[in-house]
């Protein structure tokens, strides 16, 4: 599986931004997608993930401001972001596995892309 991610840039506080994040190769047809997140001196953190059927999961640093959707037909991910905080400055990484979980071994990773929140 290929992820290839795209959408980051620079925004002032309180602008929005729009990642998306299209997958492809050998794709589990029962997949979890999402958005992970990783600021400079900390941990990679959950932002937010979608299932094929459609369940989400947000952090509860970005509920109500983020929205993560997907279209199965195309194998895309997005993330909506919205009243984007200094905070929110981050290198994000598209995620997928199957569903549910099959161990590390399945989990697939895009390549990044950074979010540059300005105050």
């Known amino acids: 599986v290929q992820l290839q991610a795209s959408g980051g840039g620079l925004v002032q506080a309180g602008g929005s931004l729009r990642l998306s994040c299209v997958a492809s190769?050998?794709?589990?047809?029962?997949?979890?997608m999402g958005w992970y997140r990783q600021a400079p001196g900390k941990q990679r953190e959950l932002v937010a993930t979608?299932?094929?059927?459609?369940?989400?999961n947000y952090a509860d640093s970005v509920k109500g401001r983020f929205t993560i959707s997907r279209d199965n037909a195309e194998n895309t991910v997005y993330l909506q972001m919205g009243s984007l905080k200094p905070e929110d400055t981050a290198v994000y990484f598209c995620?997928?596995?199957?569903?549910?979980?099959?161990?590390?071994?399945?989990?697939?990773w895009g390549q990044g892309t950074q979010v540059t929140v300005s105050s």
């Open positions: 995620y997928q596995a199957p569903y549910p979980p099959a161990g590390s071994r399945y989990d697939y």
């Open positions: 190769g050998s794709i589990f047809s029962i997949n979890i």
């Open positions: 979608i299932t094929t059927g459609g369940s989400t």
